[in-house]
């Protein structure tokens, strides 16, 4: 179970105001990208680029850009405190499970082939 409290957030009309302006930005950087169609190709990438920094800019800026943020620190510290296998012992389990594949694989193989003799030639007597 989770130690830690529950946080409600209150989200402010600023906030708001700021995940409508990201969104602005974004759907007016896809507009503006086809709307210079006639334009070389550089500059309607430029364009694109420029709105979607502005928008991931404005979001970031926000409090769901903070939480993402901070979600994405917390998730590195975690990763720093995985203990990673050495590879001596990574080879090792990728040869166990080979094997068992194989020895799966092997005791399916010769259960189907069993069902098979005893349904097709003993029970319903087709011989091939």
Known sequence: ?????????????????????A????????????????????????VLLIGLGAAVGVYFSSESGRQLIAYG?????????????????????????????VVMALFLWVTDKTLEWVLYDLILGWKR
């Open 23 to 46: 969104a602005a930005l974004l759907i007016g950087s896809l507009v503006a990208f086809y709307l210079l169609g006639q334009k070389d190709m550089w500059l309607r990438v430029v």
């Open 1 to 21: 179970m989770s130690t830690q409290p529950q946080v409600q957030t209150v989200t402010t009309g600023a906030d708001k105001a700021k995940l409508a302006a």
């Open 73 to 101: 620190r917390e998730s590195v510290r975690e990763v720093k405190k995985v203990v990673w296998p050495t590879r001596k012992e990574a080879g090792q389990m990728t040869g166990y499970v080979f094997a068992f594949v």
